[in-house]
Every structure is written in structure tokens, then in C-alpha cells.
Nanobody, 118 residues
Framework: QVQLVESGGGLVQAGGSLRLSCAASGINLSFNDMGWYRQAPGEQRELVARITYGGSANYADSVKGRFTISRDNAKNTVYLQMNSLKPEDTAVYYC????????????WGQGTQVTVSS
């Protein structure tokens, strides 16, 4: 059974940092592109960052230079380091996996709340 469990969310002041973790089970991280998405109230879910099975990362323009996605295949865990947080970053953050070849095969975590106060 595939399971993605996010952790690390919380309340932080503007300018602060958080590190989110996504622990995966039931999959081999090496065969999946991994992504972080977020959804604010009343907004569409948007891609924040992703890292391919080959290790290539890309980011939404709004977080470039502030967020860093990484993975540890040995631990089957993906991370999102978030620095210089802004109130606009407030959202529920979700972990996602897509099979690197058969991309319709995907899974989602339950999400973790990030709240940035001004």
C-alpha cells in the first residue's frame, strides 16, 4: 500500500523557515518524480517544487531562491526547505509522487498546514 505522510508544518513568523518532510512507503522513490503542491483557502492547488527521478529540480516562480526541494532515496523521504517565508506562503502543503515513466500513476499525502504570520 502506497502511503505518503507529510510533516514539519506549523506556525512561523514572516522571514522564518520551515522544513517539510514527506515519508513514503510502498514505493521506491528512485522510480518517481516527487513534488510539493500547496493549496490556500479558495485557491487552486499549485505546484511549488518538484524533483525528478534523475534529481533535477524546478520551482514555481513565487518560491525560487527561497525554497529547496531535495530527496533521500535511502530514507524514501522528500524534503522542502522553506526560507524567507511570506504570509502568501500560507497553505496546506501536499506531497505528490508520479511514476517517472507512467505518470498517471500518482499518489498524494494528506497535507500539512503551513501558516506564516506577518
Amino acid at each position: 500500500q502506497v502511503q505518503l505522510v507529510e510533516s514539519g508544518g506549523g506556525l512561523v513568523q514572516a522571514g522564518g523557515s520551515l522544513r517539510l518532510s514527506c515519508a513514503a512507503s510502498g514505493i521506491n522513490l528512485s522510480f518517481n518524480d516527487m513534488g510539493w503542491y500547496r493549496q490556500a483557502p479558495g485557491e487552486q492547488r499549485e505546484l511549488v517544487a518538484r524533483i525528478t527521478y534523475g534529481g533535477s529540480a524546478n520551482y514555481a516562480d513565487s518560491v525560487k531562491g527561497r525554497f529547496t526541494i531535495s530527496r533521500d532515496n535511502a530514507k524514501n523521504t522528500v524534503y522542502l526547505q522553506m526560507n524567507s517565508l511570506k504570509p502568501e506562503d500560507t497553505a496546506v502543503y501536499y506531497c505528490n509522487r508520479k511514476h517517472y515513466r507512467f505518470r498517471s500513476i500518482e499518489s498524494w499525502g494528506q497535507g500539512t498546514q503551513v501558516t506564516v504570520s506577518s
